[in-house]
């Protein structure tokens, strides 16, 4: 059962674009939201996280938008420059301890 | 630091055969936790642990022991490995109490023919 579903699949935008990407969650008890980067052949590493309490929360060309009534929240990457070519997972922690992922999406930036 | 280091990073196996995957951690993280990582699903949760002496299960624990007897090591053990566990593996650590950021290792790459 997939209590996080990450849109879309892949997504390919012009260097200095805006992706988005959008997840949506089920279980209201999770208490904290990451999203997490992704280079082929290594593991995934904290991009940006929010708490349930905040609307909305920027690091550098990040920005993490929080809808609690909708149970949605994403990611849009300003200036989006092709180091940022990964795969990008959105996540949800219950008890502190469990993380539930979505299920990626590839994101090519083009120069 | 190291950070959360994996053993081996690639492994061929036989049906049948049992092995264990290591993930040693040096930031006296209390949380630790593997996944499998498929294509087209995300990271799916196999256990975790709290501290040293508690596991528990997580979404996809058939086939899988774990245990942890001390706070940096958290070996995941397959018992009879199966083609449906062909994947890849992550190892996480994580301060907890408060502190929600996870850290990943690289990775096991896990074949079973």
């Known amino acids: 059962q997939q209590q996080v579903k990450q849109s879309p699949q892949s997504l390919i935008v012009q260097k200095g674009g805006i992706p988005i990407i959008n997840c949506a969650y089920e279980?209201?008890?999770?208490?904290?939201f990451p999203w997490y980067q992704q280079f082929p052949g290594k593991g995934p590493a904290l991009l940006i996280a929010?708490?349930?309490?905040?609307s909305e929360k920027k690091e550098g060309r990040f920005t993490i938008s929080f809808n609690k009534s909708a149970k949605q929240f994403s990611l849009h990457i300003m200036d989006s420059q092709p180091g940022d070519s990964a795969t990008y997972f959105c996540a949800a922690l219950f008890s502190g301890s469990r993380l539930t992922f979505g299920e990626g999406t590839q994101l090519t930036v083009n120069p | 630091n190291a950070g959360v280091t994996q053993t081996p990073k690639f492994q061929v196996l036989k049906t049948g055969q049992s092995m264990t995957l290591q993930c040693a951690q040096d930031?006296?993280?209390?949380?630790m936790s593997w996944y499998r990582q498929d294509p087209g699903m995300g990271l799916r949760l196999i256990h975790y642990s709290v501290g040293a002496g508690i596991t528990d299960q997580g979404e996809v624990p058939n086939g899988y022991n774990v245990s942890r007897s001390t706070t940096e090591d958290f070996p995941l053990r397959l018992l009879s490995a199966a083609p449906s566990q062909t994947s890849v593996y992550f190892c996480a650590s994580g301060e907890g109490q408060g502190n929600y950021g996870y850290t990943f290792g690289s990775g096991t790459r896990l074949t079973v023919v």
């Open positions: 929010i708490r349930p309490d905040v």
């Open positions: 279980n209201t008890a999770f208490d904290y």
């Open positions: 930031m006296n993280h209390e949380y």
